[in-house]
């Protein structure tokens, strides 16, 4: 993979592992202050994606460039 979309691609991880995190955050502050319930799949499924996104930035890591 080329640097620049490498690159790329590992910003785009990143913008999205805040967002979900961001999101849960929201999410969890906006139920609690209306007193509504927390809808627990919502969470495990955004929690799942933000695993998901981190494995994937550690092989970025570890993985060696052929350049």
Do not use: G
Not at 47 to 56: E, G, P, R, V
């Amino acid at each position: 993979m080329p640097k620049a979309r490498k690159k790329s691609h590992k910003n785009y991880l990143w913008d999205s592992i805040y967002d979900l995190r961001t999101d849960i955050t929201n999410y969890v502050l906006t139920c609690k202050a209306k007193d509504k319930k927390i809808n627990v799949k919502k969470l495990d499924h955004k929690a799942d994606l933000i695993i998901k996104y981190s494995d994937k930035l550690r092989k970025f890591e570890t993985q060696p460039t052929l350049r």
